[in-house]
Every structure is written in C-alpha cells, then in structure tokens.
C-alpha cells in the first residue's frame, strides 16, 4: 500500500501546482478536482497532509486540491463524463478507458507480452510521444504513463483450465475489449461489473473469479473474498494520469516545466516501489490464507495469449503498431 498510496498522492500534488484555471473569488485559491477509485486510508492522510505543507510553502497558501476517493466520483465511465464537462480535472485511468482518447494504447495490455519490467519501460518509452500527442489532440495531458502490478486471477474456486472458467462466474470488465473476446474464444459467459461493484459482487457471489493484481486486489479488498490466486501471471496492468487539456493550457510555461520536473525526479522511484510491492503482496497473501493454484497446461494459456494479440490486430491496434512491441520485448527478453 505505501507505493500505491504515493502513486496516488504524487498524482494529486502534480496537477495542484501555481497557475491552475480555476479559482475561488472569494479565497483567490486554485482548486484542482482529482477521482480515484483508490479508497482513503491513514496513510494515504498522513501523506495528503505532508504534500499540503509542501504546497503551501511553494503557493504561498494559493493552491488547494480536493480529491474524491474510494469511487465516490463514480466509476471511470463517470469519471470521464465529469471530466469531459469540467466536474472532474485529472484522475488515473486504465488503458481500457484511455483507449478512448488514445486508440492503438490497448496494446499496452496485450496478453503474454511482457515477462519482464524492462520490456515494459522500453515499450512505453517508444510509445510515449505519439501517444501523448494523440491524446492531447483529444483534450487530454497524459501526465505520466503507469504500471499497476501482474494481473493474477484471483477466485473463490481453484482455476487451473479454461474448464474450471466455464464451470464459474468470472468477472467481465465491461470496458475490456480483450477481455470480451478472451471469453468468447474460450466459450466463457462472463459478469459484467464495473469495478466500483466488484467487491459487492464477490460478497453476494455474483462472481466468484476476477482478474487484477495483488497490490490493487488489497487495495480494493477483492482478495478478502477470494481463495485462491493464479501462481503465472497473465498481463500487466497499464494505464495513464490524465489532466483535462484545458487544465494543463491554464498553467504557465513554468509551472508546466516544474510539474514535469517533479513528476520526472519522483515517478521512477514510485514505479519501482510499487512493483516491489506487488511481488511483496502476492507472498504475503499466501500467509494469510490464498492458495497459489498452478496452471494444468501453462502452454495453454500462452498459446491462447499470442492467438488473442494477434485476433485484436485491426480492432485494437495495427499489426504494425503489434510488430513494434513484440520486436522490442523481444530485444529485451530474459536470457534463456
């Protein structure tokens, strides 16, 4: 939880520097509107606290933030809708709503590409700038790019074959569009939630088998109602902080300048924490009562990935947006 809840807060703080649009006539205070779906916890507090001190002593007390935690601001369908009219300035995004605003970025999730974090960072890096050009064309400063940990399956009932999906209730996140076909190939009926519902669905058995990483399943107490957790990984969650264009426009040249200095000094240590977390996570929920369930035919699971990269090719992505990812992790994949 501390990488999580830096991630979190470091995201706030960045969009709450000199020079944001909106303003209080009778404060003369910026106010900057942030969404998560990250709920608030003590330490989540003691680090708003700290951050508030540091802008106070930067803005000479101008600049405030309000977030709204926990979903309170809707799920990211609303929370897009909110910032699309204003409600709502900046929030953290998974690609599959950022996709939206950024088409072809739905390759970031594309299953059994990564086996290691150097893949990642070297993809992104080489996506980086026309993605972000996309999606500021579309109205939108994509403030930094983020990984969320190995999408694991977590479920109440051991899951060792795409047999043991059919026989369940796994989760269907609506807005996946790969997660969609995945179902489909494998003749898999699906229960459609949005993650604000998740963790009710899981307490009344709606489902009983959902995907996510373990960092995030904690967060959000999905790993309260499960079992049972995938030992191979099959993903990795991605997605990307996004500020409202017209947000980003109002700051001056050097306020822009010294949010991108702040988020550039601090992002890669937070990264890197959260990843560490997530490993640190995934052991630990093996203590306190998740049984890790392997695979009966990993092979399985990989063949049906590269089946399902290349089945979204024209949908998602183009085939040869997909020949640059895979050549790239190739160059840097593990040594055999």
Known sequence: MR???????????????????????????????????????????????????????????????????????????TVIRKMKIGQVDAAPLGTDVVARYVHQCTVLMAPQTFTNWKQVDAVRSALAV??????????????????????????????RNFGDLRKGR??????????????????????????????????????????????LGTAFRWTTETKYVSTMPVSVIQGAFLLRRAVWDGFSKEDQATLTTILNDQSAATQADFRRDDEKTYKKLQTRGITPIDFDKPQDWLD??????????GRSYSQDLLDRVEAITKQYADKT
């Open 3 to 77: 990488a999580l809840v830096s991630i979190v807060v470091l995201s706030i703080a960045l969009v709450a520097l000199p020079g944001g649009p909106r303003s209080e006539a009778d404060t003369g205070n910026f106010v900057i509107k942030v969404a998560t779906l990250v709920p608030r916890t003590q330490d989540l507090a003691v680090q708003e606290k700290r951050y508030n001190q540091r802008l106070a002593e930067a803005t000479n007390g101008r600049i405030q933030f309000k977030t709204y935690f926990g979903g309170s601001a809707g799920d990211d369908q």
């Open 130 to 159: 026309e993605f972000n050009d996309e999606a500021y064309k579309n109205g939108f400063k994509v403030m930094s790019w983020w990984d969320g940990g190995q999408v694991r399956i977590f479920s109440k009932n051991p899951v």
């Open 170 to 215: 796994p989760w269907l996140y609506p807005e996946s569009a790969l997660l969609k076909e995945f179902y489909q190939m494998i003749n898999v009926t699906g229960v459609p939630l949005p993650l604000s519902e998740v963790y009710s669905g899981l307490m009344t058995n709606m489902i009983d088998t959902v995907w996510m990483s373990s960092v």
């Open 304 to 313: 049906m990935g590269k089946k399902l990269r290349k089945k979204m090719v």
